[in-house]
Nanobody, 119 residues
Framework: QVQLVESGGGLVQAGGSLRLSCAAS????????MGWYRQVPGKQRELVAT???????VYADSVKGRFTISRDNAKNTVYLQMNSLKPDDTGVYYC?????????????WGQGTQVTVSS
């Protein structure tokens, strides 16, 4: 059973910072891609940032220059450093991991952590 557990969410004022963590129950190196997504009520879950095992990153345009994704495979953890937060960053943030398998990629999600940015 693979589990991804997020932590680090909370309430912060606009302009503030938060760091989200996602701990995997197995070696994070086995996930070829890990990422963060966010969702607000009534909208689809959207990509925030992803990182490959080789360290290649992709960011949503709305967070470029403010958010940084990183991974520490020794700790089986992926991080999302969020700076200069805006009220539009409010949402539930989900950790995602893609695990290669013989039958194709298996996708895992964490339970989500709430981030609320007040104006």
């Amino acid at each position: 059973q693979v589990q991804l557990v997020e932590s680090g969410g909370g309430l912060v004022q606009a302009g503030g910072s938060l760091r989200l963590s996602c701990a995997a129950s197995r070696s994070s190196f086995s996930f070829n891609v890990m990422g963060w997504y966010r969702q607000v009520p009534g909208k689809q879950r959207e990509l925030v940032a992803t990182i490959t095992n080789g360290g290649s990153t992709v960011y949503a345009d709305s967070v470029k220059g403010r958010f940084t994704i990183s991974r520490d495979n020794a700790k089986n953890t992926v991080y999302l450093q969020m700076n200069s937060l805006k009220p539009d960053d409010t949402g539930v943030y989900y950790c995602n991991g893609n695990l290669p398998s013989i039958s194709g990629s298996l996708v895992y999600w964490g339970q989500g952590t709430q981030v609320t940015v007040s104006s």
